[in-house]
């Protein structure tokens, strides 16, 4: 009964290929996000969508590609990978659109796909 | 842009002791204020959270923490810390009307038995 899902848990390729991660979450939450930890376990946002349309986009290269088919799924592709992309990325949803005082929310995090580039 | 900082990277305690790690914010506009746990090889679980109201706020297994707005700090309390309390924790914020939630840089918690 996993709230956040993400597939493959365990991601390991080489340079230049191309890969996608696949995000689900059966919360009927409006929007989800990507993140990625690094070594150190740094947290930073990637994306945000809300009910299918980009609202967040940080500095990231363009061979990060997510993709939304609908609100319940958030793939991410990443075309041309490279050693520095080595990380964990976390998948995550919220039911609201804004973080505010009038809804009490939370996010839900996935549980995380280790991607190793050699 | 708003950045958090927790400025204990690493926190050793024996079991019993009294915890407290710190967690400050720059933007001081309305704010929602989170801690998460990560335990070794799992994903984030929130601890507790604040909205509004009392800053004092209770969370899972024992854990508060206390916003005070004048300093811009959520630092997250436990008075008697176990050794299964050993992890990592990230204190996040959000801005009113803001969908992204930023982190800071985590605590690592060792606590020995």
């Known amino acids: 009964d996993t709230a956040v899902s993400q597939t493959p848990k365990y991601l390991v390729t080489q340079m230049g290929n191309d890969k996608s991660i696949k995000c689900e979450q059966n919360?009927?939450?409006?929007?989800m996000y990507w993140y990625k930890q690094d070594s150190k376990k740094f947290l930073k946002i990637m994306f945000s969508?809300?009910?299918?349309?980009?609202?967040i986009n940080e500095t990231v290269p363009n061979r990060f590609s997510p993709k939304s088919p609908d609100k319940a799924h958030l793939n991410l592709h990443i075309n041309s990978l490279e050693l520095g992309d080595s990380a964990v990325y976390f998948c995550?949803?919220?039911?609201?659109?804004?973080?505010?005082?009038?809804?009490?929310?939370?996010?839900?995090f996935g549980q995380g796909t280790r991607l190793t580039v050699v | 842009a708003q950045s958090v900082s927790q400025h204990n990277h690493h926190v050793i305690l024996s079991e019993a002791a009294s915890l407290e790690l710190g967690c400050n914010y720059s933007?001081?506009?309305?704010?929602?204020l989170f801690w998460y746990v990560q335990y070794p090889g799992q994903h984030l679980q929130l601890l507790l959270k604040?909205?509004?109201?009392?800053?004092l706020v209770k969370g899972i297994k024992g854990f508060e923490a206390e916003f005070i707005k004048s300093k811009f700090s959520f630092n997250l309390r436990k008075p008697s810390v176990q050794w299964s309390d050993t992890a990592e924790y990230f204190c996040?914020?959000?801005?009113?009307?803001?969908?992204?939630?930023?982190f800071g840089t985590g605590t690592r918690l060792t606590i020995i038995p």
């Open positions: 995550a949803s919220s039911n609201a659109g804004t973080f505010s005082h009038t809804r009490n929310t939370e996010a839900f």
């Open positions: 919360l009927g939450h409006d929007t």
């Open positions: 969508y809300n009910n299918k349309e980009l609202i």
């Open positions: 933007y001081g506009g309305t704010v929602n």
């Open positions: 604040y909205f509004s109201g009392d800053p």
């Open positions: 996040a914020v959000a801005d009113f009307g803001n969908e992204k939630l930023t």
